[in-house]
């Protein structure tokens, strides 16, 4: 299914239920109108939500969830009945214009399909799939006249080099002096987004399947508005000028340096915090609104209403970061035996992890559990976190301000 052509509706929102306190269907779409909302996505054919859509004229993205793709690839008769079943009893009431295949498995893609993003130029797929995967996807995109649905996320790739990228340069509000001249094409770049975006474009190019365009259409982005005390720049202050200042970008439709003028459907994440969402504390943290239907911070998703009407936001807070530590849980009395067991188990993940622990090493005195058990859950956060790991080991790990380090035992913190 594809859109009509029309003219600029709004940015999009995604419209997740990873939660047990929200409004009802019909009250989300009065508050997706409100915001300004041109189309909405959502991750299931939840056909409560397709009703309250009926008769809106708002464009419906809605996606396949992961869980039935392989019965769907794997059949054209159950990929049949799966429309009819799902979406056929909604359409054309509701106004579905994208059927989308799965989270960050199919179309959408996160941006980690990619090895390489930096430059644009050097943009490239992962060599585990850029053949057996990519190619055939990009020739079915280009053959059907889809989209290449990309979740494109600014926050995470400035939160993890926010020594080297400037927060306002990902803010799209950077001085000149911020921008970027991609070596390989001579193209500057005015904020990370479309840099990240022509990373794509790049890589598309390195299949051959630069010249025939396949269209790009960004299924996710945004900017949280809390997160953990780690999670540096996530505060509603930079959230709302990032979604303000994009909503007013592509009301103009720049489309990026790679592709001037280039239209593409944009969805922000997301229409509410949602607090069943696993994770870090920034995962429940990324909503419009707050359940209970008010707003987290005031946007016009037109990118019409001039930046000097809207209220003053809150001061932005934790930009520089904060050396954080993952400690041994204190306060409470501990199983020995699990304790022991994640320590051998975070020791373990690592050559050398945690060779200060040897007799003689630096951080062996004092010779307890409760002092190794903070040195080795803290070794094994710095090392994995920015793939994932977490502070946890089933409740027995906590993040700290306050440094850990005595005598010549040196805790690395997360700003090291």
Not at 33 to 49: E, F, M
Not at 50 to 57: I, K, M, P, Q, Y
Request: charged share 15%; hydrophobic share 40%.
């Amino acid at each position: 299914m594809h859109a009509v052509a029309r003219g600029w509706l709004g940015l999009g929102v995604n419209y997740g239920t990873v939660a047990d306190d929200l409004p009802s269907a019909a009250r989300s779409v009065e508050l997706l109108r409100a915001a300004g909302a041109g189309s909405v996505k959502i991750y299931d054919a939840n056909a409560d939500i397709l009703r309250a859509l009926a008769g809106t004229c708002l464009p419906v993205s809605v996606m396949v969830p992961n869980e039935a793709i392989p019965s769907l690839a794997a059949s054209p008769a159950d990929a049949d009945e799966w429309v009819v079943g799902n979406i056929a009893p909604h359409f054309p009431a509701a106004w579905v214009v994208y059927l989308l295949v799965g989270n960050e498995v199919g179309t959408t893609l996160a941006m980690d399909a990619l090895a390489a993003s930096y430059p644009p130029s050097a943009g490239a797929f992962r060599e585990d799939i850029a053949e057996s995967v990519m190619r055939p996807l990009l020739q079915f995109l280009n053959a059907t006249g889809s989209y290449y649905f990309v979740d494109a996320y600014p926050y995470f790739a400035w939160e993890a080099n926010h020594q080297s990228i400037s927060l306002d340069y990902a803010l799209f509000q950077g001085a000149p002096s911020t921008h970027y001249v991609d070596p390989g094409t001579g193209f500057t770049y005015t904020n990370l987004l479309d840099q990240m975006l022509d990373a794509v474009v790049s890589a598309m190019a390195k299949l051959g399947c630069g010249n025939v365009k396949v269209k790009l259409a960004i299924s996710e982005t945004g900017w949280p508005t809390a997160g953990d005390i780690d999670e540096l720049g996530a505060n509603v202050n930079n959230a709302a000028t990032y979604n303000r200042n994009l909503a007013a970008r592509m009301a103009k439709h720049p489309g990026t340096p790679a592709r001037p003028g280039a239209k593409m459907p944009v969805f922000l994440f997301s229409l509410y915090n949602e607090n069943q969402k696993p994770g870090p504390d920034t995962e429940r943290h990324w909503g419009l609104y707050y359940p209970n239907g008010t707003w987290v911070y005031e946007v016009d998703l037109t990118g019409r209403r001039p930046a000097p009407s809207y209220p003053p936001l809150p001061p932005a807070t934790n930009q520089n970061g904060t050396p954080v530590w993952c400690v041994l849980t204190g306060g409470k009395a501990m199983n020995e035996t699990a304790v022991a067991a994640a320590v051998e188990y975070a020791c373990q993940q690592g050559s050398g992890m945690c060779t200060a622990l040897q007799p003689g090493g630096e951080c062996y005195q004092p010779n307890t559990l409760d002092a190794h058990a903070s040195y080795a859950f803290n070794v094994y956060w710095q090392q994995f976190r920015k793939a994932g790991g977490t502070c946890f080991f089933n409740g027995l790990a906590e993040k700290t301000t306050k440094d850990p380090s005595h005598g010549s035992c040196k805790f690395i913190s997360s700003l090291d």
